[in-house]
C-alpha cells in the first residue's frame, strides 16, 4: 500500500544563530531560531514522514519543551523518524520539498542537502527531490523575517495489499 504526507514548518530569523538548512551550515548574516538546530527544511520533512506512516508529528516525537533535543542536529531527529517508519512496516518512495526563503540563493547548495537527507533516511539519492522559491519580497519570508519549508512523503507498506 502507498501512503502519502505532508509537513509544513516555519521558524523565524534571527541574529547570533547558525543559519542550518537541510544539514548544511550556510553562511549567512542571520540563522533559524528554534530549541534544536531550526533545520526547517528537515522539520517539514520529518511532518511528511511521520503523517505519512501515521506516526503523528514532530512534535509528539521530539517536544521543543525536551532539553534532550536542544542543540540536536535535526538530520538525528530525520534519522529517528526513518527508524519510525521503518518499525511501522514502510520504506520511504520518495519525497520531495520546497524551502521558502528571500535569501540566501540556496541552489548552490542543494545537492548537499539532497545527499544529506538520502543518507539519513538510507534511500538512493533520486529519491529525494529539493527545491527553493523566494516569495518575491512578499509576505514574512519575503521580508527575511522567517523562512518557511513544505514537504511531501510518499511511503510503501512492506505488506502485500
Ligand atoms: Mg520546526
Not at 534519522?79 to 524551502?99: F, H, L, W
Not at 527553493?132 to 502485500?160: H, M, P
Request: glycine share 12%; net charge negative.
Amino acid at each position: 500500500m502507498l501512503r502519502i504526507g505532508n509537513g509544513y514548518d516555519v521558524h523565524r530569523l534571527v541574529a547570533g544563530r547558525k543559519l542550518i538548512l537541510g544539514g548544511v551550515e550556510i553562511d549567512h548574516p542571520t540563522g533559524l531560531d528554534g530549541n534544536s538546530d531550526a533545520d526547517v527544511l528537515l522539520h517539514a520533512l520529518c511532518d511528511a514522514l511521520l503523517g505519512a506512516c501515521g506516526a503523528g508529528d514532530i512534535g509528539r516525537h521530539f517536544p521543543d519543551t525536551d532539553s534532550q533535543w536542544t542543540g540536536v542536529s535535526s538530520l538525528l531527529l530525520l534519522e529517528k523518524v526513518a527508524s519510525i517508519c521503518k518499525e511501522r512496516g514502510y520504506s520511504v518512495v520518495n519525497t520531495d520539498s520546497v524551502v521558502v526563503a528571500q535569501r540566501p540563493k540556496l541552489a548552490p547548495h542543494l545537492d548537499r542537502m539532497k545527499a544529506n537527507i538520502a543518507g539519513a533516511l538510507g534511500v538512493d539519492l533520486d529519491r529525494i527531490n529539493l527545491k527553493a522559491t523566494t516569495t518575491e519580497t512578499l509576505g514574512f519570508a519575503g521580508r527575511e523575517e522567517g523562512i518557511a519549508a513544505y514537504a511531501v512523503a510518499l511511503v510503501e507498506s512492506r505488506d502485500k495489499e
